[in-house]
């Protein structure tokens, strides 16, 4: 007579818990939160018991849904909104359907969502952003079993593919083109400069290293929100607030600058309606640049001078790696399964616009 089945009953009375609690444990339903005791009674039971998940029974001639996951942290900027369109644009062509994860920059729900990946299990993940750096390792053993691309700051050493870019790069373009329309004392501002936001911090550093390479330095203003905002940022008009309130912060404190940076396009939004506010004109009394030549860029009453990245490349290149992972591992060459790591990079480009001029006194030689 064959051994009796171990059932979820049997190990929910020798851990003390409910049948339920056994399920959801087993079933690693990570939407329910459990103590760490309490998933070690349970696995500790089932394994002392001989316990043998049961194979899921798929319908005869079911086809699995060819699924990819994205993860965002914020989709109140249309930057994300540009990745996205270019990944669904590629990923429609090659029949593949979009699953997408706004981590709104929390680490509870970045990690909850890492966790669905094994259950879910898409045929591919791409990072919109830097992955926070606590979660590295799962992300790393996800990327064994399931293709990863980050679209990434190039400053970051990932062992994933990536689609990278240089920010400190964009940030010296932005000076550059400041300093050659005479602005010697601007001002730039950020959202909060934190250690996981890194990508911001090397924009600032960038536009700083080429002020300070013309002995202008101590010219430059830099205003960064506080840290609770990126926690609010759900709940917010997220960075065109940033751009707004500090720059009437930024004109209580001095009149005496010439031109303002936005670390991006929706910062650069709120510093113009701000200027508008307080009646200064841009570019006359004002110049004012952003980043990321977002669609918006090009609707406002003065288009907007920012910097092309080729956003929407970006995301279509994210899901073409994705497809190069998920093709090698379907094509067996050699007993050994290939190994690669993809690279790709865009040269950001400057784009004038309506919102920079002259300083006052300056004229084109």
Known sequence: MGKKKVTSTDIARAAGVSQSTVSMVLNKKYNVSFSKETVEKVENAAKE????PPKRKTKKGARQEK??????????????????????????????????????RDLRMEE??????????PLGIIYTCNPSHCFMDLLKELSEKI????????????????????NSKLGRIMARHLLELG???????????????????????????????????????IKAAREEFDQDVALIDSEYKIGYDLTRELLQETRDITAIAGLN???????????????IKVPADMSVMGCDNTLFARMHKVELTTIEHFVI????????????????????????????????????????RGTTAYAKGKKKK
């Open 49 to 52: 018991l001989g316990y043998v």
């Open 183 to 221: 602005h010697r004392k601007v001002a730039y501002i950020a959202p909060p400069l934190t250690a996981r936001q890194k990508q911001r911090s090397k924009r600032v550093e960038g536009f700083l290293k080429v002020y300070e390479q013309a002995g202008l330095r101590d010219q430059v203003i």
């Open 67 to 104: 699924l990819l996951v994205i993860f965002c942290s914020n989709l109140t900027n249309p930057y994300y909104v540009m990745l996205l369109q270019g990944i669904e644009s590629r990923a429609k062509e090659q029949g593949f359907g979009l699953f997408v994860c706004n981590t709104q």
């Open 112 to 121: 909850r969502y890492l966790k669905m990946m094994w259950e879910l299990r």
């Open 265 to 279: 396009d929706m910062i650069a939004f709120g510093i113009m309606d701000a200027l508008h506010e307080a009646k």
């Open 313 to 352: 490349f970006k995301g279509r290149d994210a899901c073409d790696i994705i497809m190069k992972k998920i093709a090698s591992h379907h094509t067996q060459y050699s007993e050994t399964p290939p190994i690669s790591t993809y690279h790709v990079e865009y040269e950001p480009k400057l784009i004038v």
């Open 147 to 166: 293709p990863v691309a980050v679209i990434n700051n190039q400053n970051e050493k990932m062992s994933v593919d990536a689609v990278e870019l240089d």
